[in-house]
């Protein structure tokens, strides 16, 4: 697989390391990356003696990397059963990758939910996301694609916007270089070519803007910003290579500047660094490496740089972009980030992908650029801009069937933005009273037809977020046993605009609303006073019933009980009368106000037959004390 030679072709192997431990005959070919070779040995050899687990899982191996994808799955399912810690996460993305590829995918699914509680939620996620996006074998837009002719029968690949032209990667031997040790053509190296103005790559020759080195040289990146050239070279000391304690020279970042000066930037003689990508906005210099902490096989990678100065150590982007699996060449263009993988769940190989970098520089769900670029090999080394008519044009490295090399270079053309076009919204539960965030509220979201495609709860600061494939509508409603509820519906347009800022969405408890009096739950309200013998709503009194009414919009499923009670002044009969007159007064209200019949229960007018203090008839009371029995309580029933 063409993955296997870009990078594992990096990794120079001594003669002294192979000769050592006396390695089997197999191993050594395994080793040398004859993995035909080593097949045919490991089978010879397991008729003489068992192979040892180590060798099994570099059989396994040997029959991925020569796409024999039905023993190679086979042979990662039996180590598995007899050990089911053995497998590296990088070795488990194989053993998906295999099954998928044999059409066996219920397998992968099966092997998934079995394994649901080893699993990082983010690589679920982008599996169920991206398994649903494709579902169909839907192509992500109508690209353009062309292969170009600059082309060899060698490896070209990685192409790079340099000024008006183009730098790329090529295997081919340039007459400078000296002959690979690794592989039988040559060092890589850096090459420049000519852009017309319709995107046609022309005229490659060896670049020689940079100091003439003798061993690889590739994956070049220049900043315009900063007059300056970011590439990978083998690591050296001198004119020589270097080499660590096992026998391995491996890659090196470095900088070319425009004071005509080289010097390395990110250099472990044990750890090689690719593809490396300088973003002027966050004077971030992103990278792949192989570093042993790696998530699976290559991480992405980041430094903070002071204009290409590096000035932090390298911080992994996290496993919501690392997988199991290799992840290289990082590329940003209008805020999306743009890499490949060869995760189980793609199309082919290295497969290329795109997530949106967030305000808060977060990542939305990785998605899959579909069947229109992508292909069942490797698809990698995406680059992107706008041409003069506003249209995106760019570049992308495949080794899919009808080339001319090893890799070849293909040039794509579209008028719509990239990708698989999706919904993505986050933001916060608030509970409108407190303006806390609210924990484990319940957030749905509903298609045009009013089917549930997705819910989750809020963490415990009540944030959420959700993404999923574009729909014709979305119905956000969030709610809590024992809150109110929210709901919003946007169409396309409004989905495009809800998508630029986070939605808040305030609900309220219940018990923040109510309290209790007279050992009864009652909607809190300040107190109110009818006029002396009047049963009006005052525009006073109407303030506090509006409070019952959005109570009830809140919470549409509430009884209440309207309960209204007088002093022990005057007259025990009238006082009944004016209470009830008082209490139809406040259900008219309330019905008038949006409230409906099932909401008010009842309207009871007590008079003075619930005094609740000693002001009974015939007591002497000071006004404030009898104003005490003067209240009305709207009381929960149900």
């Known amino acids: 697989m063409k993955f296997r030679y870009i990078i594992i072709v990096f990794l120079v192997v001594s003669k002294l390391s192979l000769g050592q431990n006396k390695k089997s005959k197999a191993d050594i070919y395994f080793y040398e990356y004859n993995f035909t070779k080593a097949i045919e040995e490991y089978r010879k050899e397991e008729t003489k003696w068992p192979l040892t687990q180590e060798q099994q899982l570099k059989l396994a191996d040997s029959y991925f990397q020569i796409k024999d994808f039905k023993n190679a799955s086979q042979l990662y399912i039996n180590i598995n059963k007899e050990n089911d810690t053995i497998l590296s996460t990088h070795r488990v993305n194989k053993m998906l990758q295999s099954l998928s590829k044999n059409n066996q995918k219920e397998r992968v699914d099966a092997f998934l939910q079995s394994k649901l509680h080893l699993l990082s939620e983010e690589l679920f996620k982008n599996y169920q996301f991206n398994k649903e996006l494709l579902a169909g074998g839907v192509s992500s837009q109508d690209f353009k694609i062309e292969n170009l002719s ?6 070209d690949f990685s192409p790079s916007f340099y000024k008006d032209k183009i730098l790329f990667s090529s295997s081919r031997i340039a007459s400078y ?4 040790k690794s592989n039988a053509e040559g060092y890589l190296d850096i090459y420049i070519a000519k852009v017309n103005s319709t995107g046609e790559v022309l005229n490659p020759n060896p670049f020689t803007g940079i100091p003439e ?3 690889h040289e590739a994956t070049p990146y220049y900043s315009e910003t900063l007059k300056k050239l970011f590439y990978i070279r083998s690591n050296s000391n001198g004119d020589n290579m270097a080499f660590n304690e096992e026998g391995k020279n491996s890659l090196a970042i470095g900088v070319f500047d425009d004071t005509n000066t080289f010097r390395y930037l990110l250099k472990d003689l044990s750890t090689s660094f690719y593809y490396p990508h300088y973003q002027v906005e966050t004077n971030r210099l992103y990278f792949a490496a192989n570093f042993s902490d790696s998530y699976g096989g290559t991480d992405l990678y980041y430094v903070e740089t002071n204009n290409g100065q590096i000035m932090s ?11 199991p699996a290799n992840e290289i060449a990082p590329y940003i263009y209008n805020g999306s980030l743009y890499y490949a993988s060869d995760i189980f769940y793609g199309f082919g190989g290295m497969d290329i992908y795109k997530t949106n970098i967030q305000a808060d520089q977060s990542y939305s769900i990785p998605i899959n650029l579909g069947s229109g670029i992508n292909s069942k090999s490797d698809d990698f080394g995406f680059i992107v801009k706008n041409d003069k008519t506003n249209n995106l044009i760019g570049y992308f490295s495949s080794n899919r069937a009808g080339g001319k090399g090893k890799d070849d ?17 986050k933001g916060r539960v608030i509970n409108s009273k407190t303006r806390r965030g609210v924990e484990k509220a319940l957030v749905k979201l509903l298609n045009n037809r009013g089917s549930v495609i997705r819910e989750i709860y809020t963490n415990e600061d009540g944030d959420y977020s959700i993404e999923l494939p574009w729909q014709k509508q979305i119905t956000i409603n969030t709610s809590k046993e024992g809150y109110s509820s929210f709901s919003v519906t946007y169409n396309e347009e409004g989905m495009v605009e809800a998508q630029k800022a986070p939605l808040n969405m305030g609900i309220v408890a219940l018990k923040d ?6 050992n009864k739950e009652v909607i809190k309200l300040n107190k109110f006073y009818f006029d002396k013998g009047r049963s009006e709503v005052t525009p006073l009194i109407a303030v506090e019933l509006d409070k019952v009414i959005e109570t009830i919009r809140n919470f549409p499923q509430l009884q209440l009980r309207i309960e209204t009670h007088t002093s022990s002044k005057g007259y025990t009969s009238t006082n009944k009368k004016i209470s009830q007159k008082r209490a139809d007064a406040i259900k008219f209200y309330l019905l ?3 409230a409906s019949v099932s909401n008010i229960v009842g ?3 007590y008079g003075e037959e619930q005094i609740v203090n000693r002001c009974v008839n015939g007591a002497y009371c000071l006004d404030f004390l009898h104003k005490q029995n003067e209240r009305t309580l709207i009381v929960l029933v149900k």
């Open 603 to 605: 309207a009871i007018g």
């Open 150 to 155: 600059i082309n060899s029968p060698q490896a």
């Open 409 to 425: 270079i293909y040039k794509f053309s579209v008028s719509d933005q990239i990708g698989l076009k999706t919904f993505a919204i």
């Open 313 to 323: 150590r390298p911080i992994n982007l996290g496993p919501k972009i690392n997988t």
């Open 592 to 594: 008038k106000k949006g």
């Open 213 to 215: 080195f003798g061993y």
């Open 513 to 518: 609303l109510v309290e209790e009096k007279e």
């Open 177 to 180: 270089k000296k002959a690979s």
